[in-house]
């Protein structure tokens, strides 16, 4: 191995170890699947390695991996798909949730249009300013605080609709972003 091989090897290591919960948050987020997003990860952090950027601060490193790893679910979400049985097996692919209702509000940023997903999840979820999301989603800040307030608004009805639907009663919940 080369002492530039073992450079982009140690620097993606870096990443690794700094950026593994945004990249596979999104590819979950994206993905829905945990084995896909586990192959979507691992796909953006082998072109982390065989391209090896460079970067002008860790910033710019990081709008670059989410950048890449929405690219790389996209490519995810066009290929021809085989049913598995992890299809089935929806549940192994959440998180645990201290309460209903934030199992609630997960599903329902999944089942989102992908413009309001992505721009919550960076906002909220990574906790990126309107900047920066606006700058990693390639467009301006407006129309992303455009995406946040439809996806909020979009989540407060699907999740009022759900409670309607099942009978839940009363305002006992986390606020939803």
């Given at each position: 191995?080369?002492?530039?091989?073992?450079?982009?090897?140690?620097?993606?290591?870096?990443?690794?170890?700094?950026?593994?919960?945004?990249?596979?948050?999104?590819?979950?987020?994206?993905?829905?699947?945990?084995?896909?997003?586990?192959?979507?990860?691992?796909?953006?952090?082998?072109?982390?390695?065989?391209?090896?950027?460079?970067?002008?601060?860790?910033?710019?490193?990081?709008?670059?991996?989410?950048?890449?790893?929405?690219?790389?679910?996209?490519?995810?979400?066009?290929?021809?798909?085989?049913?598995?049985?992890?299809?089935?097996?929806?549940?192994?692919?959440?998180?645990?949730?201290?309460?209903?209702?934030?199992?609630?509000?997960?599903?329902?940023?999944?089942?989102?249009?992908?413009?309001?997903?992505?721009?919550?999840?960076?906002?909220?979820?990574?906790?990126?300013?309107?900047?920066?999301?606006?700058?990693?989603?390639?467009?301006?800040?407006?129309?992303?605080r455009?995406?946040?307030?439809?996806?909020?608004?979009?989540?407060?009805?699907?999740?009022?609709?759900?409670?309607?639907e099942?009978g839940?009663q009363?305002?006992?919940?986390?606020?939803?972003?």
């Amino acid at each position: 191995m080369t002492r530039r091989s073992k450079d982009n090897a140690a620097r993606t290591e870096r990443a690794v170890m700094r950026y593994k919960d945004t990249v596979y948050g999104i590819a979950m987020t994206q993905l829905g699947s945990r084995s896909n997003a586990d192959d979507a990860f691992q796909d953006v952090f082998m072109t982390h390695l065989t391209k090896a950027p460079v970067f002008t601060s860790d910033e710019h490193e990081k709008a670059w991996l989410i950048r890449t790893t929405i690219n790389i679910c996209r490519r995810y979400n066009v290929m021809p798909r085989f049913i598995t049985v992890e299809d089935f097996s929806d549940i192994a692919d959440r998180p645990s949730f201290d309460t209903e209702y934030q199992r609630e509000v997960f599903d329902e940023v999944r089942a989102l249009p992908e413009k309001y997903r992505m721009a919550i999840y960076l906002h909220y979820f990574e906790g990126m300013s309107t900047a920066a999301c606006a700058e990693v989603l390639k467009i301006s800040e407006a129309a992303l605080r455009k995406r946040l307030s439809r996806g909020r608004e979009l989540l407060h009805k699907r999740l009022e609709c759900d409670r309607n639907e099942t009978g839940l009663q009363g305002n006992k919940r986390t606020a939803i972003p």
